[in-house]
């Protein structure tokens, strides 16, 4: 008697394991897959909508190092992922789809549900490839894992033609064994002769920084940059997508800058800081419009020295000397070069540096102090992340919708240590993923508490997703900043035309009655005095729990668009 044959589908599964997948994020479909990947133990977290399900594997991506695995039906299920996995490409981010396909022999006769994935997918994926014959599922799972965590990593999509997952799998000549989930997969950093003349050049400053983004965050970068920051004397500004990568209460910590420069933010008294440096090292940032507020924050003349693992990438906004290669292995080559070089002069001048950036903070922290002790009206959000930070701990995950609330966590929050994540969706700022990155954030690192913090409007992409908390015990707190109308978009309109569209306002939603009628607990604030002991007992409690706070509609973060016309 001999063993049955795998299916392709078995072997589909059976590769995803050999890569350490523990969980999928779908919704029954490739039912052939996902029967078989269960069968092994991998655990399916069924979303209620692709959309949503896509942003759970970016979120789970980003926490644990690893890959993540979404699936998806044919057509419209599979347009669906576009918008998650066009965010997983803008911010290197790897998430592997696998989506069925009508049976083979009905390709190109109107078959139901049937579309052109590879048209489809081709400007939101690294590599998208349709696996044809059963004797190369193994070879293309890790086809589809390689584009996914080599380079700049980033989507994938691996298309199953329904009638091939059921056919019996043709042994490989040649089997296969590794595990390549991890990211970045080639950890390469450039020569040593390249790192020496960056290590020149930054001794040789008169006022060298570093300028971080969210490549700053993979695997092994934040506690190089930390060393760094310490043997160089070295200032380190983040961008928003770098949020988290330094400790934010070490001395030389100026925190997130971009746009967030108005009245009562902190860039407002760092950015003179930055704008004074005459060498900038930037590591893992693509010099995009939010983080360097419209290409203004970086004065002409000053020279930059760029860490990317994407060649094209370094130079593209700003010529630079180029230092191509993973964050994490360079930063480490580039501080022991340093360590060889004459820092005489960056120490010296670190106690000063030290006291400009601690008065920077301390000016900060007096002209938010009015918004935080408000007690009258509707509450501000500043003061909800004023309660909040007394409740972190370094290893709390704190995610964001785009928009408004993106911009509280990333102004208002300061990290705790080195590699803190604070997940938001900027490479492309799409509503309604604060949530579902919640919810993957925590199904990759279960014992870390973990918080979202939604508007009303980016919520309301995503309220079905409390069943999915409940029915699979995902036990996220989620934070509703309900001020009734599109923030960012009301502002946005007044600044620029003096007055809004209708679609700016909403009619009154209960989000706490929403939230328990799906049987999480839900909670609706009013009252500042009432926050903290809120938000503890929801972190406490670790179980699926909403907080409504009735916020100010007349408050919006203090960013540089505003300067002039609403901040006065």
Not at 331 to 360: F, M, N, S, W, Y
Not at 452 to 457: N, S
Request: negative net charge; aromatic residues 4%.
């Amino acid at each position: 008697m001999t063993d049955k044959v795998p299916t392709v589908a078995e072997t589909i599964a059976r590769a995803l394991q050999r890569h350490g997948i523990a969980h999928i994020f779908g919704q029954s479909l490739p039912s052939a897959v996902i029967l078989a990947a269960e069968a092994i133990g991998i655990r399916q977290i069924a979303y209620r909508q692709e959309n949503m399900g896509g942003a759970m594997a970016d979120g789970s991506a980003r926490v644990s190092g690893q890959v993540a695995i979404v699936t998806a039906q044919n057509g419209p299920a599979a347009a669906l992922l576009v918008a998650p996995l066009a965010e997983a490409l803008k911010a290197s981010i790897p998430v592997i789809a696998l989506v069925q396909e009508v049976e083979r022999h009905q390709v190109d006769k109107n078959a139901f549900q049937e579309l052109d994935h590879v048209a489809l997918f081709s400007s939101c994926s690294k590599w998208t490839r349709r696996i044809i014959t059963a004797d190369r599922a193994d070879e293309y799972v890790d086809a589809a894992f390689v584009a996914a965590t080599s380079g700049r990593p980033g989507p994938a999509v691996l298309l199953l033609p329904a009638d091939l997952l059921r056919e019996e799998a043709v042994a490989p000549s040649h089997a296969r064994a590794d595990n390549l989930s991890a990211w970045p997969l080639d950890k390469t950093r450039p020569s040593d002769a390249r790192i020496a003349e960056a290590a020149a050049l930054i001794a040789a400053a008169r006022f060298p920084v570093v300028m971080a983004g969210g490549g700053a965050l993979s695997s092994g970068a934040p506690a190089t940059i930390a060393r760094l920051q310490d043997v160089a004397s070295l200032p380190v500004f983040t961008t928003n997508m770098g949020k988290g990568a330094v400790d934010e209460f070490h001395p030389l910590s100026c925190g997130v800058l971009g746009a967030l420069v108005g009245p009562t933010a902190l860039g407002r008294f760092t950015k003179d800081i930055l704008g004074d440096a005459d060498l900038i090292l930037q590591i893992g940032t693509r010099n995009n419009q939010n983080g360097t507020d419209s290409w203004r924050l970086i004065r002409p003349g000053t020279r930059i020295v760029q860490i990317d693992l994407d060649p094209q990438e370094i130079g593209r906004n700003y010529e630079a000397l180029r230092l191509v290669g993973d964050a994490g292995e360079t930063v480490a080559a580039l501080t022991a070069a340093l360590e060889t070089c004459d820092l005489t002069a960056r120490r010296a001048a670190r106690a000063g540096l030290e006291r400009r950036i601690a008065d920077a903070w301390s000016s900060f922290e007096e002209v938010r102090a009015p918004l935080l002790s408000q007690t009258q009206g509707p509450i501000r959000p500043e003061r909800v992340m004023a309660e909040l930070q007394t409740l972190l701990t370094p290893d709390t995950i704190v995610t964001a919708d785009a928009s408004y609330s993106s911009m509280w966590i990333v102004g208002q929050l300061r990290a705790l240590k080195p590699g803190m994540r604070f997940l938001t969706p900027r490479g492309l700022a799409g509503l309604g993923w604060g949530l579902p990155l919640a919810m993957g954030a925590k199904v990759a690192r279960p014992s870390s508490p973990v918080i979202a913090l939604v508007g009303d409007g980016g919520f309301a992409h995503s309220w079905a997703e409390l069943e999915t908390m409940i029915r699979l015990q995902i036990p996220v707190v989620v934070i509703v900043l309900n001020n009734g109308i599109l923030g960012f978009q009301k502002d946005a309109e007044t600044v620029k035309f003096s007055a809004y569209t209708t679609a700016c306002h909403f009619a009154p939603v209960d989000h706490a009655a929403i939230a328990r009628a799906c049987g999480c607990d839900g909670v609706q604030i009013s009252d500042p005095s009432e926050l903290r002991s809120a938000l503890s007992a929801a972190i406490t409690a670790n179980r699926p729990t909403l907080i409504e706070v009735v916020t100010d509609p007349g408050a919006h973060p203090p960013i540089s668009l505003f300067a002039g016309t609403l901040d006065r």
